[in-house]
């Protein structure tokens, strides 16, 4: 948390793309109007940043569920708001599922309800099953790795899908820094595995959207090099149940969102949360 918690504000959760970590929302912490009106929290997903479990297997539900414990360890009331980006998008809607009565609105950022399905691919999403496997079946062996990190290739694949191709230096090394530090050394091994293998192998949301009762505002760039509008324009419209489902495209947006287009979506974000506070 930026700042401490004050409980007369709303509070937003923010939760992270694949292998990146809280630094993602750097922009947001510094972004006084949006602090001002808000408390913001970020959870590190189970197998991500500081994040850390005993057991070596974990899923995306688990994460929701140990982020819902979080809030009520941490005493947090009041009114809840989940944004996620990629896979945190995900993340929001498990949280609303599981804790029904403590998600008051969900803002996926450059996301997919769906498996890494034949439709996705056929609508201009990513091969992600291809995507995944080369690191996973590098990352997977029964011998000790204790001076493990992610190869440059690797960091640099993800920043470019992430954070676009033409982000400026200081950018790409700080994420070449940090994901290598964040998963260095055997246990950064496991996690880094265990963490693409949920990414390549989890399950799909649709036929569960139906029950999402809470206000979802989707915020997708053009850009996305991941997941494509034209997917985002069909799944909006599976929450059939929600009040108020919205799908807002961000021109020239890459698919961290928050990063390329902060004032945007923070801007979204201070009136969404600001409407439904009330």
Not at 46 to 73: C, P
């Amino acid at each position: 948390m930026p700042h401490p918690y004050d409980e007369s504000k709303p509070t937003l959760v923010l939760v992270n793309s694949f292998t990146t970590s809280s630094e993602l929302y750097q922009a947001q912490y510094r972004n006084k109007q949006l602090t001002d009106a808000m408390n913001l929290i970020a959870i590190e997903l189970l197998g991500h940043g500081q994040t850390r479990t005993k057991s070596e297997q974990f899923t995306y539900w688990d994460t929701a569920i140990m982020n819902v414990q979080v809030l009520e360890a941490l005493g947090i009331k009041g009114k809840i708001f989940v944004l996620g980006t990629s896979q945190g998008g995900w993340i929001t809607v498990r949280m609303a599922l599981v804790a029904p009565d403590k998600i008051t609105g969900i803002i996926p950022l450059g996301t997919s309800m769906d498996y890494e399905s034949e439709r996705t691919r056929k609508l201009g999403c990513w091969d992600g099953y291809e995507a995944c496997t080369g690191p996973i079946n590098e990352w997977t062996t029964n011998d000790k790795t204790t001076d493990f990190e992610p190869d440059q290739d690797y960091c640099d694949f993800l920043i470019d899908i992430g954070f676009g191709k033409d982000c400026p230096k200081e950018t790409r090394d700080f994420w070449r820094k940090t994901i290598k530090s964040n998963y260095k050394g055997d246990d950064g091994r496991r996690r880094a595995r265990m963490a693409a293998i949920n990414l390549r192998e989890r399950d799909g949301l649709h036929g569960r959207l139906f029950d999402i009762r809470c206000p979802v505002l989707w915020l997708h760039g053009t850009s996305d090099a991941v997941y494509s509008v034209a997917n985002a324009e069909q799944e909006i419209k599976l929450f059939v149940n929600s009040p108020d489902a919205r799908l807002v495209t961000v021109k020239d947006g890459q698919h961290f969102l928050s990063y390329s287009h902060s004032n945007e979506v923070d801007q979204h974000l201070i009136d969404f949360v600001g409407k439904y506070s009330k």
